[in-house]
């Protein structure tokens, strides 16, 4: 975008990549005047057609839905919403940013005692997210996350019935635009029933199983969250052991370890590829007690048949632990398990 048509120097901004190479995205808060925005290809054989949209509103904002805390709008939970703070005022600020920037406040009712989820994704700007118990009051918050430009961010909560307030900021007064919000609540007494009827693992032995159909019920810090599908086993570890579990899919699988089923804090370890996507692998010595392991998807939409395996060893046989195998370079990866290690 320039200033003056025919004055290259005059150029205000300009972007490539925005998401992917097919999308570019300019925002600023610019002065009265004319000027010209230019769509252009990144080299001389990328030319084609295009559409382009400009918007304009005013500096101090004050237009958008859920603008304050007097007119909050409201996210339904199971719905992905487009939440936008193009128009909107600064009204709030979170322990972890938003200053002098925009924002709005979104309603979430509660029904049950639940675990709240929220994933905000490609956002088209830096920002925070943070969730409030009282919208006008920022002594209530119960977390806040920042919000990086296009990636993903998630708040992970446990709440009582009751009305909570999700708000969008933006880090700095340029840090505006929209982003897809999607809210999820799990009734933690359905949680709870589910950690009970956890079947235990036994050493030696291959479970095998599959995740369709199944609820997605715990998420992991890595496997870019893991909200697919998953099952839960007990793991009752009698001494201290050098422990190792293996799973196969036949899908993009992870596994996860927790200390405490129903609380994902209790991640003692996360394992998203090992060797390749379709194989995963967790190595730890654990003290004597119960452990829950999860078998689980990569993000959303992965799930289908696995095999699990579970070893103990003595805690000595750490220190011979081999670094995960690299995936076969020029050719489709391979299992990196035995043979007949296979769903």
Known sequence: MRRACDDPSSEVI????????RHAL?????????????TDGFSPSQTGSYSVMAELA??????????????????????????????????????CGGAGAPDVAHKIVVGTK???????????????????????????????????????????????????????????????????VEVRLDDLA?????????????????????TEG???????????????????????????????????????GALHLRGDCMDSAS????SDDYGDSKHSAIEQVLDKGTYYVIVDGFRTGNFGNYALEVEFLPPSAAATLAPPPEPPKGAENKPSFDADWTP
């Open 214 to 252: 199944a609820a997605d019920s715990f998420q992991a810090p890595c496997a870019g969250g893991a909200r697919s599908p998953d099952r839960v086993y007990r793991l009752r570890v009698p001494q201290k052991s050098f422990v190792r579990v293996r799973l196969a899919t036949e899908h993009d």
């Open 114 to 180: 639940s675990r709240l989820r929220v994933s905000v994704r490609d956002s088209e700007f830096h920002g925070y997210a943070y969730l409030r118990r009282a919208c006008d009051d920022a002594g209530s918050e119960l977390a806040c996350t920042p919000l990086p430009l296009g990636r993903e961010t998630a708040i992970d909560v446990e709440v009582p019935v009751g009305e909570y307030f999700l708000f969008i900021d933006g880090a700095t007064p340029e840090s505006f635009g929209s982003a897809r």
């Open 58 to 95: 005013p500096e101090a904002g004050g237009r958008a839905t859920g603008e304050s805390c007097r007119a909050t709008g409201e996210i339904t939970p199971g719905r992905i919403e487009r939440v936008d703070t193009f128009a909107a005022a600064d009204d709030a600020t979170g322990s």
């Open 26 to 38: 300019i925002t600023g808060v610019y002065d009265a005047g004319e000027y010209y925005v230019f």
């Open 190 to 210: 359905d949680l709870a029933r589910t950690c009970r009827a956890a079947l235990q693992l036994r050493p030696g032995r291959n479970f095998t199983g599959t």
């Open 267 to 270: 991640t003692l370890a996360c």
């Open 14 to 21: 300009c972007n490539d990549d925005f998401r992917d190479q």
